[in-house]
């Protein structure tokens, strides 16, 4: 699906990746046990944050990135039946590189 939902500022939209439902030795993991997804890919980016020289400052992500980010940033919404995290870009960590 494609989402037509538009950042605004340096804020990004990230589609989490659920975490491995077993463990190496296949132990269910469950619901209540699980960690914060903190690892998801971009789907939308804003246009950036404006700079003490009125200059636009654009995100250092773009979408299709996969990414980890802060465990509890961002803000939870459901947008065309899918749950996605809005997030400053400011709360990515790292790029993830396959």
Same mark, same amino acid.
């Given at each position: 699906?494609?989402?037509?939902?538009?950042?605004?500022?340096?804020?990004?939209?990230?589609?989490?990746?659920e975490a491995e439902q077993?463990?190496?030795?296949? $132990? #269910?993991?469950?619901?209540?046990?699980?960690?914060?997804?903190?690892?998801?890919?971009v789907?939308?980016?804003?246009p950036?944050?404006?700079?003490?020289?009125?200059?636009?400052?654009?995100?250092? #992500?773009a979408?299709?990135d996969?990414?980890?980010y802060?465990?509890?940033?961002?803000?939870?919404?459901?947008?065309?039946?899918?749950d996605? $995290? #809005?997030l400053?870009?400011?709360? #990515?960590?790292a790029?993830?590189?396959?």
């Amino acid at each position: 699906m494609s989402v037509s939902i538009k950042p605004l500022e340096d804020r990004i939209v990230i589609r989490q990746v659920e975490a491995e439902q077993t463990t190496a030795s296949g $132990l #269910v993991i469950p619901d209540t046990a699980k960690e914060k997804p903190q690892e998801g890919e971009v789907v939308a980016v804003g246009p950036g944050r404006i700079d003490d020289n009125g200059n636009r400052v654009p995100p250092d #992500v773009a979408t299709g990135d996969k990414v980890i980010y802060s465990k509890y940033g961002g803000t939870e919404v459901k947008y065309g039946g899918e749950d996605l $995290l #809005v997030l400053s870009a400011r709360d #990515v960590l790292a790029g993830i590189v396959r």
